[in-house]
């Protein structure tokens, strides 16, 4: 029985993942298309990481960002700088999208209402009068709950401190660069009251959009007393080693060890004063993901719309990734460590219904062991973890607990409840979603189902994930806070800047790992089996319980495209490998559905997220309804655009792909000559002394739920599911089973795992997937007996070309 008839069993084999444990694994240096010089770090140039950097010429959805678009303006059409972490086994989790950013600067423009762009299909009269309310909306807003206002006294030019060069982003104070914001004290001690009362706004506007507010109804505010009573009852509740002094306290919205709330307070300290990226992500199975609401809804992504204006305005950018897939559990991404995932700060386990017992183990290891960054790990299951990193890890647990919300009995009585926490039961009002919100822009080709599907009852509605996105957040607000008094504290008891010890991470993050490492070990001592509950699932091979896992693949969300096995699929001598044909149908971000507008005179905590005290910047949001006419605006200034004009620069705006400047490609181009370029195939390989050379098939494709070339990452800036023929078109949702497929036709799938040293390599092969034959159906022979045929594939496969051809999407786009 052969190596090959084992691939090839049964005629049928959908290769979906690749599991690599290796502890030397580098990626080959690309240096092709870097180009042009990155900014000098060194030097001054103007730098505003206090700011709110979102909305004005990068709004996209708004005249003013249309204009600025046709014109090259904007961050879409400048070189985009990738950061890479020094620290070798990072994986790679930051894409151009999640830089660019077109739905961040839709949503969150204090000055330009979303539901006034110009890419809605109503009038103008209807999208004037959404913008004029919105104003007054803002207005009130800055007026009772007050307004971001921080600016630098030295605005203009200011050295950037550069951190990227150290592991962890840990420099010693003494290497930060002189005239940077971190080390000017009046420019810090400015800024963290600011901060704080920006942390305090939000905490305080979620707590009236659940029916806790500060102000009571008799116009009063709550008493000192009154808030700890609100506080003790919400929660987090920390758990201190030794203190039960909160012991009979309600859980609240979660439960945090001691560690866990220490350790996240030491992380957000850190990303504060390095300007960092910040991960967030949750891995789950359907009703994690938000099935039967739109991906939009979901509890990660409503976290991430609230959390990432106070995040930039805090001089972070918050990535956040629901890496949820229906219909199976976490165990498949766990193996690849934090390459499917990406790099995680905070993550979150869910998918009790479809996983349980000791695999979940693995996640929490594998959370700990893999990537660059020790996260802080919400999950109900935390097996021996604490034992096995002797107290260390970061552990909590997000809570279920709604009876700090007051309840809705009928529909008479949900007219007194806040809007956000009205039918939080999901007795009434459960979803909201649509398929489609009419556009402008686009017209879908087949007619939009009302509603997406899974709109079962073990799948929650949109106020649940709401409710879910908010215990997040203001698990992070109170580390936010607790940070900010560190900071002054910290400066206080040993000077300014604030020193290493309170905000460095790197030994934390190697002490944990040690402490797992260690006591990991697969003994059994004097007869009694002590191994952990992850290596009782892997007894044939536990040590993926103790090293960091790496992996490609091809289920969607996927951090980062580069971990997409197609990338190192060996192609066929006449040049043809595995890809995907079918484009999105349209692309940019999809309009806010009107009917899922925050009413008027409800609480909306974004809102109050968003705001500052800055005036709107000068742009020219002038245009007229005329659809017939070519008006441009560019050969003729007195003359209004119209919406025609105006949607054709935006959807030019968002087809551009940006110039990528990768850093580490930059950095290590510099140090390392490129190497010659040889064909792998010269250095061909046999199975054994006579039998036929390993030669790249051309039978095998790709395939999946939807086959689509698109960008699932998992982040509210994925572009997903948007099928020519879809009939929901606007649901979003990034779960999709993609894999490789072929038969015993198709030849041999040959891959090459860059610069593997040594290990184990796991691959996750369905039989049950895929249709085998759909390129090999008419074919007598192994490759149709074209083995070494080295004609160009589109000149020869004509059958294979006419079926790419034919499932190719073309953009609905409306001209």
């Known amino acids: 029985f052969s190596v090959r008839n084992l691939l090839l069993l049964g005629g049928l084999a959908g290769l979906t993942f690749l599991f ?5 694994v580098a990626l080959e240096l690309i240096t092709s298309g870097v180009g042009g010089q990155l900014p000098d770090e060194s030097a001054g140039y103007q730098f505003a990481p206090h700011s709110s950097s979102f909305g004005g010429e990068n709004n996209l959805g708004h005249p003013g960002g249309a204009k600025a678009a046709h014109e090259g303006k904007g961050v879409a059409f400048q070189d985009i700088i990738i950061p890479v972490a020094n620290y070798g086994a990072a994986s790679k989790s930051l894409n151009t999208e999640n830089i660019v950013n077109s739905i961040g600067h839709y949503m969150h423009d204090e000055h330009r209402s979303p539901y006034a762009s110009h890419l809605y299909d109503k009038p103008k009269e209807f999208l004037d009068e959404q913008q004029d309310r919105y104003v007054k909306k803002m207005d009130a807003v800055r007026k009772e709950w007050g307004a971001w206002s921080f600016e630098d006294a030295k605005f203009g030019v200011r050295p950037l401190a550069t951190f990227d060069d150290v ?4 420099l010693p104070n003494d290497k930060l660069t002189p005239g940077s914001w971190q080390t000017d004290e009046e420019y810090v001690r400015k800024f963290i009251p600011e901060a704080k009362a920006l942390v305090n706004r939000v905490t305080e506007g979620i707590y009236a959009e659940y029916g806790s507010p500060i102000k009571k109804k008799d116009g009063t505010v709550l008493t000192e007393e009154e808030k700890a009573e609100r506080s003790r009852k919400w929660g987090p509740k920390i758990i201190r080693d030794g203190d039960d002094s909160n012991k009979d306290d309600p859980p609240g919205i979660a439960t945090l060890s001691g560690v866990a709330f220490d350790g996240l307070v030491r992380k957000l300290l850190h990303a504060l004063i390095t300007n960092d990226e910040w991960y967030a992500v949750l891995g789950g199975h359907s009703a994690a993901a938000g099935h039967g609401n739109q991906f939009q809804q979901n509890r990660q992504i409503t976290f991430h719309h609230l959390m990432e204006p106070v995040f930039d305005k805090l001089g972070m950018r918050l990535v956040s990734r629901n890496m949820a897939q229906g219909g199976v559990g976490t165990l498949q991404f766990s193996l690849a460590g934090k390459d ?13 219904m479809t996983e349980k017992g000791n695999t979940v183990d693995l996640w929490n290891k594998q959370a700990i062991l893999s990537g660059e960054r020790v996260p802080v790990i919400l999950n109900q299951f935390h097996f021996e973890i604490m034992a096995e990193t002797n107290g260390t ?17 009928d529909q008479e009585q949900a007219k007194t409840v806040p809007y956000a926490a009205r039918w939080l039961n999901g007795k009434e009002e459960k979803y909201n979603a649509i398929c489609w919100e009419p556009r402008s822009d686009v017209a879908p080709l087949e007619q939009q189902d009302a509603h997406p599907a899974s709109q079962v009852s073990w799948h929650p509605g949109f106020r649940y994930h709401q409710f879910q996105g908010r215990k997040v957040a203001l698990i992070l607000l109170k580390g936010l806070a607790a940070a900010l008094d560190q900071w002054e504290a910290g400066i206080e008891a040993d000077g300014f800047p604030l020193a290493e010890k309170y905000w460095h991470v790197g030994s934390m993050y190697n002490k944990i790992r040690e402490n797992l490492r260690t006591h ?16 009782h699932s892997f007894q044939f091979l536990p040590r993926v319980c103790r090293v960091a896992m790496r992996g490609y693949g091809m289920w969607e969300p996927r951090a980062h495209n580069d971990n997409d096995f197609l990338n190192i699929i060996e192609p066929a001598p006449n040049g043809y490998r595995p890809s995907w044909s079918e484009k999105s149908y349209y692309s940019g971000f999809d309009v806010l559905p009107l009917n899922q507008a925050v009413p008027d005179g409800e609480v909306d905590a974004h809102l109050i997220a968003i705001a500052t005290t800055f005036p709107a910047p000068d742009l020219d949001h002038d245009w007229v309804e005329d659809d017939h006419s070519d008006t441009n605006s560019t050969s003729n200034n007195d003359t209004p655009p119209t919406r025609r004009w105006l949607r054709a620069a935006t959807q030019r705006a968002f087809r551009h792909k940006p110039r990528v400047i990768d850093t580490d490609a930059y950095k290590t181009a510099k140090k390392i000559p490129p190497k010659k370029s040889t064909s792998r195939r ?5 199975l054994g002394d006579g039998d036929e050379v390993i030669t790249p098939g051309r039978g095998w494709y790709a395939s999946g739920w939807r086959n689509l070339d698109d960008f699932c990452d998992g982040s509210a800036q994925s572009t997903c599911g948007r099928d020519a023929h879809s009939k929901c078109l606007g649901v979003g949702h990034n779960d999709n089973h993609k894999d490789v497929s072929g038969n015993s036709l198709s030849g041999w799938l040959v891959f090459t795992v860059p610069k593997m040293k040594e290990g184990i390599i796991l691959i996750r092969m369905e039989w049950w997937c895929g249709k085998g034959n759909e390129l090999s159906k008419d074919w007598s022979e192994v490759n149709d007996g074209k083995t070494l045929d080295d004609t160009p594939y589109n000149a020869t496969l004509t059958r294979h070309k006419r079926i790419l051809i034919e499932k190719e999407g073309r953009e609905g786009i409306k001209r």
Do not use: H, Q
């Not at 499917?340 to 998918?351: K, L």
């Open 20 to 24: 690599v444990d290796n502890a030397d």
């Open 340 to 352: 499917m995932y990406g790099e995680a700060d905070i993550m979150e386990w869910d998918s009790a």
């Open 393 to 409: 890890a970061m552990m909590g647990n997000l809570g279920t607990d709604a009876e700090m919300v007051p309840p809705t009995d």
């Open 682 to 686: 010269k250095a061909s390989r046999r």
């Open 167 to 170: 592991d962890y982003k840990d």
């Open 520 to 535: 990991v070990t697969t003994p059994v001592a004097e007869g009694d089996d002590i191994r952990s509950p992850c290596e």
